[in-house]
């Protein structure tokens, strides 16, 4: 289902997959009928299936900056998913550094000890949480606000812009986020359309995957397809950034007093 609806608003239409040398300068914007075509391209037994009605979304009165907005949208998930897909099976096969976590000492080993992968986020230091979500918050300032053109405008959609600027003055970040080691620039238009496609497909098949392990871990035997696997169970809240460690933020110890919601 999730597979189906998402091919309303892929990676990118035929007629705009291909980065051009002056994108900036020849802006497109992408309607419904390249999303037709690009479905049709990404799973030709379903096609383009859009009973939601998304490829209808219109921001500020423009419906190209409301496909724009959802595909950029599928492009990250399914890119988070791919590598939260990964990290659980290498997580839940005991596979962790060698090395403490923290300063105060925390290993991974300590964190690997806690059992399911949800648990092991559990069981992360809450100055390590607040980390990650600060380190989250600064490629989401950069990538919305450094872009030549905005995704919602005509600028590519999962296109993350480079961190050259800040490596003239600090020299650092050494490495890109996207394409780190410029592998994609000798590639011709022809594999880099396919290779769109590809990661599109792989993010869509991901996010149902992730969603599987937990959805198994939190109710066993809910995913009959992972029947047999031992997918460790977890009994906290799955969609709750902060766990029972971490009672020192505002409202988490509110928030972990409340009824959970009933699972039928």
């Known amino acids: 289902m999730l597979s189906t609806l998402s091919a309303t608003y892929g990676f990118a239409p035929s007629t705009s997959v291909l980065p051009t040398a002056s994108r900036a300068s020849a802006v497109r914007m992408e309607t419904p009928a390249d999303l037709e075509v690009l479905a049709k391209k990404l799973n030709p037994v379903v096609g383009f299936w859009d009973p939601l009605g998304l490829a209808t979304l219109e921001i500020d009165d423009s419906n190209e900056a ?15 998913a791919m590598a939260a897909f990964v ?42 949480k607040w980390q990650i979500f ?30 050259e600027p800040i490596r003239k003055e600090i020299g650092h970040p050494t490495l890109d986020l996207f394409d780190p080691f410029g592998l994609s620039k000798n590639k011709t238009p022809e594999q880099k359309e396919r290779g769109l496609l590809i990661e599109l497909n792989n993010g869509r098949l991901a ?58």
């Open 66 to 80: 409301g496909i724009g907005f959802l595909r950029h949208a599928e492009i990250k998930h399914g890119r988070v």
């Open 87 to 128: 990290g659980y099976i290498v997580q839940s096969n005991g596979i962790h550094f060698p090395w403490a976590s923290t300063l105060s000492g925390t290993t991974y080993a300590d964190i690997a000890a806690a059992g399911s992968p949800p648990a092991q986020w559990d069981a992360v230091p809450t100055n390590a």
């Open 134 to 163: 600060f380190l989250i918050a600064g490629l989401e300032l950069w990538s919305e606000c450094a872009m030549d053109t905005h995704y919602m405008k005509g600028g590519k959609p999962g296109a993350f812009p480079s961190f």
């Open 207 to 264: 996010q149902i995957g992730i969603m599987a392990f937990v959805s198994e871990a939190k109710v066993p035997g809910a995913v009959p397809g992972l029947a047999g696997l031992n997918i460790a169970q977890y009994t906290g809240e799955v969609m709750a950034p902060w766990g029972p460690a971490d009672t020192s933020v505002l409202y988490v110890k509110e928030m972990l007093a409340a009824a959970p919601f009933p699972i039928s």
